[in-house]
């Protein structure tokens, strides 16, 4: 069992910055692959950053260049640093840990609201 929480998200202008962390405890946090995850309001939830337990990194396209995942396994942390943010990037982002191939060891946190508006 994983708990994850997320947290830092908030109110920005377009074209500002936001960095989200995800806290994870309750288990090896290292064997987990983790993804950061919008869901926008009227859509249906949506990869944006994944990182796997080698380090291997996975971005949506429109994110590209403009976004960074991290993880520090010795902190139980992965971060996502978000930058030139637009106002469709609006939702709340979930952070999510699994076991690929595990439904048993896949884990959701409640999400952070994170929004951009003029």
């Known amino acids: 069992q994983v708990q994850l929480v997320e947290s830092g998200g908030g109110l920005v202008q377009p074209g500002g910055s936001l960095r989200l962390s995800c806290a994870a405890s309750?288990?090896?946090?290292?064997?987990?692959?983790m993804g950061w995850y919008r869901q926008a309001p009227g859509k249906q939830r949506e990869l944006v950053a994944s990182?796997?337990?080698?380090?291997?990194?996975n971005y949506v396209g429109s994110v590209k260049g403009r976004f960074t995942i991290s993880r520090d396994n010795a902190k139980n942390m992965v971060y996502l640093q978000m930058n030139s943010l637009k106002p469709e990037e609006t939702g709340v982002y979930y952070c999510?840990?699994?076991?690929?191939?595990?439904?048993?060891?896949?884990?959701w946190g409640q999400g952070t609201q994170g929004t951009g508006s003029s």
């Open positions: 309750g288990s090896i946090f290292s064997i987990y692959a």
């Open positions: 999510k840990g699994e076991v690929y191939g595990d439904p048993d060891r896949t884990f």
């Open positions: 990182v796997t337990t080698g380090g291997r990194i």
